[in-house]
Structure formats: structure tokens, C-alpha cells
């Protein structure tokens, strides 16, 4: 049965099968995030993110016991200051949602967020990352947050590509699935859109001739990154501009996605804020 707890006031819920908990902890499956489109958050930082990102969250999940970050009992007073309600649960009901080891003590139920390609208008951005049937949700939350890391739009999904919102991905993304767009759409509607607004679309491939470094990148890129066993289709690879290579000299035939992904991101970035240096270099020249 739900208790009052002496320090708020609010209705403290401490048991598991409480209908709201069990809610709550339908969003582990992907069925259930498909048909309410909301998705469940853990944590101090990726909630504090989402706080401060505006996101559109249904509701607070605090363990009174288990909350003793003064940075995380800010986030709430924040969030209630902003309008945002709060269900307080036992440590036991916590961790019945929880996936970590180490429970913080606060989660969020929050509503997910798609764009379609038709309403994006590609502008300065850095780079989208395209992703083709990817099936691992902790690569897609690494690659959401070198994403934000560099600056990046977001990434666009195609194929049969893994939940955004799982909650590996959701994890793996350290609060960033809230700063980065995601699309997802076919092959056909990307090279419409690309083509629409002259986008450039490099592909990444152990058989491209062209070294990753060798590549100018003018942003925005859209970079394509394949599946973790079978890495970009034919008809993708030729969908595309360009493709690239990382070279390796190991015994290792190939890299993790993510660490790709990242890898490739990080000489788009470098690439661009050595142009922005020569920019700002000869500008000041002509101001003197």
C-alpha cells in the first residue's frame, strides 16, 4: 500500500505491483514503447539533461532513500519548479525499474521525440550519421553521444535498426539522446532529401581505396555507417559519394561500430575546426 512520506507529503509507493510501477516497467520492451511512445530514463545526468533540455517528461521517479546527490535533489526541485510531477517510490520499487548496479535513485518516464526527413531543412550543421540496420542499442547510445561530443545533427535510421530508445541505448548515450534528432526514414526518401538539398554522403567501407583522412568532409556530411556484420549494403555503398577506409595493420579484421563511427566523426570535426582556424585567421587579416 502507498505511504505519506514525512518529509513532502507525497504519496510514497513501496509496492512492485503497484499498477503505475508496472507501467513504468512495461517500457523495458519495445512493443510497449512503440504503442505509448514514451521510454524510461535512469540516472542523475541523463535526467538532469533532460530537465534542462526541455524534454517533454511525463513524470519524475525518485527513491527518497536512495537520492543523496545534492546536485540530483536539485534536478527535482528544478523539475517541480517547471511544472514536472514526481512519483516518490521505495528503494525496493527503485530497483525493481532499474538496470544499474549501483541505483541513483532517480529516473523520468519521458515522451520520445522523431522528426520525419520532409521537415528537416539541413542548415551549418556538422554531420548526420546514418545508420543501416544496426542491431546493437549500446553502439547506437555511443554513437548518439560522440554525436554531441562533435556537434552533430543527429543520426537518421534505416532498415531494420535497433530501438533508440532501448534502455541500453538510452544508457549508452549518457543524457545525449536528448540533445540529438533522429529520423528515421528509407534509403530512397534519404537520397530524395539528399539530393534536394546537395548533400554530400560518404559511406564507410574496409573496401573503399580512400584512406578516412584523405577526405575533405564539407560539412554537413552525411556519413554512413553499416551494420555490425555485414557493414553498409551494396545498394547503400552505392548510394553513396564516397567511401572510406580506416586502415589497420593488426590481426583484427574490423572495428566496433561505435569506435568507427567515432573515429570518422572526430576527422569530420578536426577537418572543420582547422577550416574555421584559417577562417578566422584571415579575417582578422582583413580587419587590420
Given at each position: 500500500?502507498?505511504?505519506?512520506h514525512?518529509?513532502?507529503?507525497?504519496?510514497?509507493?513501496?509496492?512492485?505491483?503497484?499498477?503505475?510501477?508496472?507501467?513504468?516497467?512495461?517500457?523495458?520492451?519495445?512493443?510497449?514503447?512503440?504503442?505509448?511512445?514514451?521510454?524510461?530514463?535512469?540516472?542523475?545526468?541523463?535526467?538532469?539533461?533532460?530537465?534542462?533540455?526541455?524534454?517533454?517528461?511525463?513524470?519524475?521517479?525518485?527513491?527518497?532513500?536512495?537520492?543523496?546527490?545534492d546536485?540530483?535533489?536539485?534536478?527535482?526541485?528544478?523539475?517541480?519548479?517547471?511544472?514536472?510531477s514526481?512519483?516518490?517510490?521505495?528503494?525496493?520499487?527503485?530497483?525493481?525499474?532499474?538496470?544499474?548496479?549501483?541505483?541513483?535513485?532517480?529516473?523520468?518516464?519521458?515522451?520520445?521525440?522523431?522528426?520525419?526527413?520532409?521537415?528537416?531543412?539541413?542548415?551549418?550543421?556538422?554531420?548526420?550519421?546514418?545508420?543501416?540496420?544496426?542491431?546493437?542499442?549500446g553502439?547506437?547510445?555511443?554513437?548518439?553521444?560522440?554525436?554531441?561530443?562533435?556537434?552533430?545533427?543527429?543520426?537518421?535510421l534505416?532498415?531494420?535498426?535497433?530501438?533508440?530508445?532501448?534502455?541500453?541505448?538510452?544508457?549508452s548515450?549518457?543524457?545525449?539522446?536528448?540533445?540529438?534528432?533522429?529520423?528515421?526514414?528509407?534509403?530512397?526518401?534519404?537520397?530524395?532529401?539528399?539530393?534536394?538539398?546537395?548533400?554530400t554522403?560518404?559511406g564507410?567501407?574496409?573496401?573503399?581505396?580512400?584512406?578516412y583522412?584523405?577526405?575533405?568532409?564539407?560539412?554537413?556530411?552525411?556519413?554512413?555507417?553499416g551494420?555490425?556484420?555485414?557493414?553498409?549494403?551494396?545498394?547503400?555503398?552505392?548510394a553513396?559519394?564516397?567511401t572510406?577506409?580506416?586502415?589497420?595493420?593488426?590481426?583484427?579484421?574490423?572495428?566496433?561500430?561505435a569506435?568507427?563511427?567515432?573515429?570518422?566523426?572526430?576527422?569530420?570535426?578536426?577537418?572543420?575546426r582547422?577550416?574555421?582556424?584559417?577562417?578566422?585567421?584571415?579575417?582578422?587579416?582583413?580587419?587590420?
Amino acid at each position: 500500500m502507498p505511504t505519506v512520506h514525512p518529509l513532502t507529503d507525497l504519496m510514497l509507493i513501496s509496492s512492485p505491483s503497484n499498477p503505475r510501477i508496472k507501467q513504468i516497467r512495461a517500457l523495458s520492451q519495445r512493443k510497449t514503447r512503440r504503442e505509448t511512445g514514451l521510454f524510461f530514463v535512469e540516472g542523475i545526468r541523463p535526467v538532469a539533461e533532460a530537465v534542462a533540455l526541455q524534454a517533454d517528461i511525463d513524470i519524475l521517479i525518485v527513491a527518497p532513500e536512495l537520492l543523496r546527490s545534492d546536485f540530483g535533489q536539485e534536478t527535482v526541485r528544478t523539475a517541480d519548479q517547471v511544472g514536472i510531477s514526481t512519483l516518490e517510490v521505495s528503494e525496493t520499487v527503485f530497483q525493481t525499474l532499474s538496470r544499474k548496479d549501483g541505483p541513483q535513485g532517480l529516473g523520468a518516464v519521458v515522451r520520445q521525440r522523431w522528426e520525419t526527413l520532409e521537415a528537416v531543412q539541413p542548415g551549418d550543421e556538422l554531420a548526420w550519421v546514418v545508420l543501416e540496420d544496426v542491431q546493437n542499442p549500446g553502439n547506437l547510445g555511443s554513437i548518439l553521444r560522440t554525436c554531441d561530443a562533435v556537434g552533430a545533427a543527429g543520426i537518421i535510421l534505416l532498415g531494420d535498426t535497433t530501438d533508440p530508445y532501448d534502455p541500453a541505448a538510452v544508457r549508452s548515450s549518457m543524457g545525449a539522446i536528448f540533445s540529438q534528432r533522429l529520423i528515421r526514414a528509407t534509403l530512397d526518401a534519404l537520397i530524395t532529401w539528399k539530393q534536394q538539398h546537395h548533400l554530400t554522403m560518404i559511406g564507410a567501407s574496409d573496401s573503399a581505396e580512400i584512406d578516412y583522412q584523405a577526405m575533405p568532409y564539407g560539412p554537413p556530411i552525411l556519413l554512413c555507417m553499416g551494420s555490425e556484420q555485414h557493414g553498409l549494403s551494396d545498394t547503400h555503398t552505392a548510394a553513396c559519394d564516397d567511401t572510406v577506409r580506416i586502415p589497420m595493420v593488426g590481426r583484427s579484421d574490423s572495428l566496433n561500430l561505435a569506435v568507427a563511427t567515432s573515429v570518422i566523426l572526430y576527422e569530420i570535426f578536426n577537418k572543420w575546426r582547422a577550416n574555421e582556424q584559417i577562417r578566422q585567421s584571415e579575417n582578422h587579416q582583413i580587419t587590420k
